[in-house]
């Protein structure tokens, strides 16, 4: 009888085959971190599995993954789960690979499971993988696969582009650029009115009982997230148009994010509270609400502000304002709705921490020490945020053991993840059918964490074109050494390595750069250093 040759481990043989041995192993020794998905593996009760089950995780992520080594095992532990949940959302369907949300079916879904919300963060994480074929399928399925690409609100074309950054592909991009005009125009018939700015109710911008969100008439509002969103949108059809050199879509998407940005900052931003603001929709008057909620840091994921808003950003570390041991709260603490609440809805955004919010906040906070001059923030203070949110993603088990975990929302006081908590219970006992059965969010994809450590803390700033960019945010004398291997971007293997003294690594003390590893760029110290590549 013949055996069946799995097609998918003969691909992954190939790719072992073709891979150049430098992009291998160069600094790091990838077996060095098998036993993390192995300690995973172990411990995960696998209720629910899609294309890459544990037991193929390995093989999958050695393949395809950057390897990260730093002296915080805590933080290099986190990097390695999140790739290990990350790849449990990839799914074959009929009209190709997509990332999904929930592994459990949800009944709030789109076809095959799929929610656009955060189909942004799916982006922005899974464009370091090495392998494009899942994320180009995966932006074609929004579409052209019958999906619901405006049921909540996205920063899609911004994303797609993102991606397209560490992964160029002229070809892929504008072919696609009908579509995403396409998607831009519908946004503007459902969403925008005479106001000028962008509406949407907190739900469908997945944060759903905000505080703004219970002033205006069916909870609508007019709030930076959307407006963003079009924004980077609006910019990124721009940078594609160029590339199909379509100078007509060029200058009208330039023109609309101008626009945009003109609003956002007229309209949303309250000189007063020094911070961007939701003005509640339906009340009569273009009033902003009296809170300041997370999202309002938004604007700076797309580099939105002017230098002078950056004072906005003294709330973060504010223990009125957001700042709090398990994450920033999603709603300032002083103000009098700031709740965090076991009744009502599980998923409230008037004070819980969310990780999806919270990997907009580093985004955006990356943004704000890349692009502007200002004295409000440090790399300080990206390192504290980066390393709460990391500390975050665990769970305390009954025999007291703590393991990894990502979740849907956090008590930002005691770390308890709230939704788990309240479904667990929540039908007769048990777990609740009717909202996603059992561990509905369990490995929950709805943020990012790996970006946030390779375009943030290491500094890779993926650019179109052919300049690299490497600007570390990590504070000075806080690692004696760190390294990134075998990133794949454009068409070529990048290790970033850190090592005090040079005996690490053995390529020398200092931050040094290597391409397909050739050294391309050294400098003494933690500081921005760019090259043509």
Not at 265 to 278: N, R
Request: charged letters at 20%; hydrophobic letters at 35%.
């Amino acid at each position: 009888m013949k055996k069946r040759v799995c097609f998918w481990c003969l691909l992954l043989a190939i790719q072992c085959v073709w891979k150049p041995i430098w992009a291998q192993n160069f600094a790091l020794n990838a077996e060095s971190f098998k036993p993390y998905i192995t300690a995973f593996n172990k411990s995960d009760d696998e209720l629910y599995k899609q294309l890459i089950p544990n037991e193929n995780t390995w093989a999958f992520l050695s393949q395809n993954i950057p390897l990260f080594e730093c002296p915080d095992k805590q933080l290099e532990q986190m990097y390695y789960f999140r790739w290990w949940t990350y790849r449990k959302h990839l799914k074959q369907t009929p009209a190709g690979y997509i990332i999904t949300e929930f592994l459990p079916d949800v009944n709030w879904a789109g076809k095959y499971n799929s929610i656009n919300c955060p189909a942004g963060h799916h982006f922005y994480e899974g464009r370091w993988l090495h392998d494009t074929t899942y994320l180009k399928q995966y932006a074609r399925f929004w579409f052209r696969g019958g999906a619901s690409p405006r049921s909540y609100s996205s920063w899609a074309a911004d994303a797609i582009s993102a991606f397209a950054r560490v992964h160029p592909d002229t070809t892929f991009l504008t072919d696609l650029l009908p579509d995403l005009r396409n998607d831009f125009h519908e946004w503007e018939k459902m969403r925008l009115d005479s106001t000028g700015l962008f509406w949407q109710t907190d739900n469908r911008d997945g944060m759903e009982i905000s505080i703004a969100g219970l002033i205006g008439q069916k909870n609508q509002g007019y709030r930076a997230t959307i407006n963003s969103y079009m924004y980077g949108n609006a910019k990124a059809i721009a940078t594609i148009a160029q590339m199909a050199n379509n100078q007509a879509v060029v200058a009208e998407y330039t023109q609309r994010a101008a626009v945009i940005r003109r609003q956002i900052l007229t309209k949303l931003w309250d000189d007063k509270a020094k911070f961007f603001k939701v003005i509640p929709r339906g009340t009569g008057t273009l009033t902003r609400a009296d809170v300041r909620e997370l999202h309002g840091f938004t604007p700076w994921y797309f580099s939105i502000p002017d230098e002078k808003q950056a004072i906005a950003w003294a709330q973060l570390t504010d223990e009125q304002g957001f700042w709090a041991p398990y994450g920033p709260t999603t709603a300032e603490q002083r103000h009098p709705g700031f709740r965090v609440a076991y009744e009502g809805h599980e998923c409230q955004w008037n004070g819980p921490s969310w990780p999806f919010s919270t990997a907009i906040t580093l985004t955006s906070l990356a943004n704000l020490l890349n692009d502007y001059k200002q004295n409000i923030m440090t790399k300080r203070d990206y390192w504290n945020l980066l390393t709460t949110y990391s500390r975050s993603q665990q769970r305390i088990l009954p025999d007291g053991e703590r393991v990894p975990w990502i979740d849907e929302n956090l008590n930002p006081y005691t770390g308890d993840w709230i939704s788990r908590t309240r479904l667990s219970t929540m039908e007769n006992g048990s777990w609740s059918t009717k909202k996603g059965g059992r561990e509905r969010g369990k490995d929950y994809n709805h943020s990012s964490f790996c970006d946030h450590i390779i375009s943030g803390l290491v500094g890779i700033r993926p650019q179109h074109g052919h300049q690299l960019v490497i600007n570390p945010l990590l504070p000075d004398n806080t690692w004696d050494y760190f390294c990134l291997d075998n990133v794949a971007y454009h068409g070529k293997t990048i290790t970033v390595l850190y090592d005090k003294t040079g005996k690490k690594y053995g390529k020398g003390s200092g931050l040094r750069v290597f391409v397909n590893g050739v050294e391309k760029a050294f400098a003494p110290a933690l500081q921005r250093v760019s090259f043509s590549i």
